[in-house]
C-alpha cells in the first residue's frame, strides 16, 4: 500500500508560481497512475491533472489547462504540479492520489491511495 506525503503549499499572490511536491512510500511508484485533486471550502474535491506510470501522457482540467503542468520523478518516488498564473479561485486543498488502473482517470473513485493534502492559499 503506497502513502502519499503532499507538501508545497502557501500562500501566493494572484499572478505567481509554486510547485507542489508529493513524496511516495514505495519503490514500485512507477507502477501507479498519479493524479492531483483540489478541494476549496464549500466545493466537492475535483480533478486538477492525471499521469500516466511512465510520465509519457498527461492531461488536465479545462480550468488549469495551460498554466499547471503534472510531472513525475520515478527514480525518486516523486509526484509535482507546476502552478503558474495562479488564479484566486485556484485555493484550495491539493491531494496527490494513485491508482492501480489504466486510461485517463478524471473521477476521485478511480483512485484508490490519498494523501492528507497540501493548502495553496491565494491572496494579494
Known amino acids: 500500500q503506497v502513502q502519499l506525503v503532499e507538501s508545497g503549499g502557501r500562500l501566493v499572490q494572484p499572478g505567481g508560481s509554486l510547485r507542489l511536491s508529493c513524496a511516495a512510500s514505495?519503490?514500485?511508484?512507477?507502477?501507479?497512475?498519479m493524479g492531483w485533486f483540489r478541494q476549496g471550502p464549500m466545493n466537492e474535491r475535483e480533478f486538477v491533472a492525471g499521469?500516466?506510470?511512465?510520465?509519457?501522457?498527461?492531461y488536465y482540467a479545462d480550468s488549469v489547462k495551460g498554466r499547471f503542468r503534472i510531472s513525475r520523478d520515478n527514480s525518486n518516488n516523486t509526484l509535482f504540479l507546476q502552478m503558474r498564473k495562479v488564479k484566486p479561485e485556484d485555493a484550495a486543498v491539493y491531494f496527490c492520489?494513485?491508482?492501480?488502473?489504466?486510461?485517463?482517470?478524471?473521477?476521485?473513485?478511480?483512485?484508490?491511495?490519498w494523501g492528507r493534502g497540501t493548502q495553496v492559499t491565494v491572496s494579494a
Open positions: 499521469i500516466t506510470r511512465g510520465g509519457d501522457f498527461s
Open positions: 514505495e519503490h514500485t511508484f512507477s507502477g501507479y497512475h
Open positions: 492520489a494513485a491508482s492501480d488502473r489504466l486510461g485517463a482517470l478524471r473521477d476521485r473513485d478511480d483512485y484508490k491511495w
